[in-house]
């Protein structure tokens, strides 16, 4: 089992920064066979989307949105304890809540959601 929680969100002017944080816990095994980490988000009435994500077993596989690609950044720390999401040049259309992700070979586990919201 795993146990997500984010925090770093809140209220910001367009063209303003943010950055989110997922701290993991729970079983040791369950997190190092981690395979993908990421960011969605769901804004009112809209679907869940991916924001971003990396490979955990890799340095260089990450996957943006291409609404957000040049502005956001994903990264990691402590192997898979901590992710990161970095938000610069925040536009109101990036309100949403934002939601960690992680995804092992067989399930996947979400956060309780941090929101952000963008005022213009």
């Known amino acids: 089992q795993v146990q997500l929680v984010e925090s770093g969100g809140g209220l910001v002017q367009a063209g303003g920064s943010l950055t989110l944080s997922c701290t993991a816990s729970?079983?040791?095994?369950?997190?190092?066979?981690?395979?993908?980490m990421g960011w969605y988000r769901q804004a009112p009435g809209k679907q869940r989307e991916l924001v971003a994500r990396?490979?955990?077993?890799?340095?260089?596989?990450?996957d943006y949105a291409d609404s957000v690609r040049g502005r956001f950044t994903i990264s990691r720390d402590n192997g898979n304890y901590l992710l990161y999401l970095q938000m610069s040049r925040l536009e109101p259309e990036d309100t949403a809540v934002y939601y960690c992700?992680?995804?092992?070979?067989?399930?996947?586990?979400w956060g309780q959601g941090t929101q952000v919201t963008v005022s213009v």
């Open positions: 992700h992680y995804q092992d070979s067989r399930r996947e586990y």
């Open positions: 729970g079983s040791i095994a369950s997190i190092a066979n981690i395979n993908f």
């Open positions: 990396l490979i955990a077993s890799s340095s260089t596989g990450y």
